[in-house]
């Protein structure tokens, strides 16, 4: 017998949206098919490439892993969220930058895992960063590009805080 839908309240991206869901319905089918945000991808859907990694409660968390269920009312940010208010965020910028993209697939979970990253790390070493894109898998680029860029964007975060103390 199918389980029954449950009405529940996701907190994505600032927003908050009512959605009815099976109790065995990942977090990553409600986001990509109920809300429309297909920047969140599905690689493996067993938690290996991290093409699906989205922000729950501040964390990096598989949503390919997760129910949607365990997402009530915790705020969850995914790659659409990441942006200033018109535009890209400056870590996107810099993966466009620095060439860091090549199909795509990989790069929504790389920059929710290495945004999260930056926050917790100032002038992460080479080694920091290839160790934090551990649990993502590119088939493109490899990665020698994606370094540069969270390397780039973590040098402009911190001469923006800089230039903020200075004024
Ligand atoms: S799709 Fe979730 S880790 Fe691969
Ligand atoms: S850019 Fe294609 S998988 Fe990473």
């Known amino acids: ?84 208010r018109r535009g890209l965020s400056d870590l996107q910028e810099a993966f466009i930058e620095k060439g860091a993209i090549q199909c795509g697939f990989c790069t929504p979970g790389m920059l929710i895992s290495a945004h999260h990253f930056l926050q917790q790390k100032e002038n992460p070493s080479e080694t920091e960063i290839r160790t934090q894109l551990g649990g993502h898998i590119c088939r493109c680029t490899g990665y020698a590009k994606i370094v540069e860029a969270i390397t780039f964007a973590a040098l402009k975060l911190q001469e923006q805080k800089e230039s903020s103390h200075a004024s």
């Open 1 to 84: 017998m199918q389980p029954e839908a449950v009405e529940m309240e996701l907190r994505v991206n600032g927003s908050t949206e009512k959605v009815k869901v099976l109790p065995n319905q990942t977090l990553l089918e409600v986001l990509r098919e109920k809300l429309g945000l297909t920047g969140v991808k599905e690689g493996c859907g067993e938690g290996a490439c991290g093409a699906c990694t989205v922000l729950v409660d501040g964390l990096p968390r598989r949503a390919c892993l997760t129910l949607a269920l365990e997402a009530e009312a915790r705020p969850v940010v995914t790659v659409e969220g990441l942006g200033k």
